[in-house]
């Protein structure tokens, strides 16, 4: 994790997050957490990630998400040289779908 980001506060933050039990739990503390439009442009970056991971083209994820090709461009570099965190999380979820 980035230096700067690492902190008791996020520590604090993070914890809670991994506390949660369920899905709908998720929903009432991120609502109360974050706006609409933040929690939409998340959502939005980790479909774009999927897409990415699934090597799908710029112009389809722009079609499907709406996401810009700036949003498109700084997913694909955190897949491919970022912390991994998009990885991680991807797999997992993959090996849940199965």
Do not use: P, W
């Amino acid at each position: 994790m980035n230096g700067k980001l690492k902190d008791v506060h996020m520590d604090q933050l993070f914890a809670g997050i991994m506390s949660l039990q369920s899905i709908e739990e998720c929903y009432n503390f991120f609502e109360d957490l974050c706006t609409i439009t933040e929690l939409r442009a998340m959502a939005q970056r980790f479909q774009v990630a999927k897409m990415l991971d699934q090597g799908q083209i710029y112009s389809d994820i722009v079609q499907e998400t709406g996401a810009s090709t700036a949003t498109i461009s700084r997913v694909n570099k955190c897949l491919v040289y970022g912390t991994d965190g998009y990885r991680m999380v991807l797999d997992r979820t993959q090996e849940s779908e199965d």
